[in-house]
């Protein structure tokens, strides 16, 4: 079961007139965030040519895939839709930073510190760059992250250079292979109290930021947004990854996707190819 959200459960029509009413603010927060994160250079630019692109109505330059593991499903086997990457991480990068603080963390013979603790709910639950920044020197940047990494299963993933968090380069399958570590009650890197920690940060983001796979679930779930506007080319990355309930069956699913003109555009693409991955 996904983890007991801290304030009730908004309809479906409650939060998205939420999170459309708060686009404009996210969108003016932008600028704070890219000087926090550092300057972003352009993507290489994107190709638009997968069926699935098409599929779900991809415009212009605008380039998406996803991946879905059926938790219920015995052969756990994820699906591949559209451009297998990568992709910028934008935020969606802060679950990985704090699966490998809370891997060092272990290491030492500790948990997280009270102020980690502070910085980890407010890069999780409020998408906080401030309180990335310290904890991505802390696991000791890319190095640091590449290391964790391969506990963790990831294969094709690459830190970002520097201070550049949000330059991470992933693909959808990875990034499946990340939430597993997290929500999969197989054994894993991350012990069942580090879990159930990422978990609940997870399943508590500020109501704005709850747009992405949640468009695809039919009652719980627990997710992580990212979002980036190219500071060249005026384009946006917009990303989505978590856990869904849907039909009776837990999904993991992850949405990547650049090249979008606007913010608005990018979430509503993400959150076409969330529905129509986990639909099949």
Do not use: C
């Not at 603010?25 to 040519?49: D, E, I, K, N, S």
């Not at 994820?78 to 891997?103: C, M, Q, R």
């Not at 849907?246 to 996707?257: D, K, M, P």
């Amino acid at each position: 079961m996904l983890h007991p959200r801290t304030h009730p459960h908004r309809s479906r029509r409650t939060r998205r007139a939420t999170v459309t009413g708060a686009l404009a603010t996210l969108t003016t927060a932008l600028t704070t965030a890219l000087v926090t994160a550092g300057t972003f250079p352009a993507a290489a630019a994107p190709r638009h040519g997968s069926d699935f692109a098409k599929s779900v109505h991809a415009q212009g330059e605008a380039r998406v895939a996803a991946a879905v593991l059926d938790l219920d499903d015995p052969q756990h086997k994820p699906a591949i839709h559209g451009d297998g990457g990568p992709f910028d991480t934008a935020s969606i990068v802060k679950v990985d930073i704090l699966a490998a603080a809370l891997l060092r963390a272990r290491d030492a013979g500790h948990g997280l510190s009270a102020a980690e603790r502070d910085r980890a709910k407010a890069m999780i639950e409020h998408s906080d760059n401030a309180a990335a920044n310290a904890l991505w020197r802390s696991i000791g940047l890319a190095p640091g992250l590449k290391a964790a990494n391969e506990r963790l299963g990831l294969t094709e993933t690459e830190g970002g250079s520097g201070t550049r968090w949000g330059l991470t380069r992933t693909t959808p399958a990875d990034q499946i292979r990340l939430l597993r570590a997290v929500f999969d009650d197989e054994p894993a890197a991350l012990d069942k109290t580090s879990r159930a920690y990422i978990r609940s940060l997870m399943g508590n983001v500020a109501d704005e930021q709850s747009w992405g796979v949640s468009a695809a679930a039919g009652s719980d779930w627990a997710l992580k947004n990212g979002w980036l506007q190219r500071n060249t080319t005026g384009l946006w990355d917009v990303n989505s990854v978590g856990r869904i309930d849907r039909g009776g069956h837990h999904y993991l699913v992850a949405v990547l996707s650049d090249g979008s003109t606007s913010m608005k555009d990018g979430i509503a693409l993400v959150e076409r190819a969330a529905r129509a991955a986990v639909a099949g």
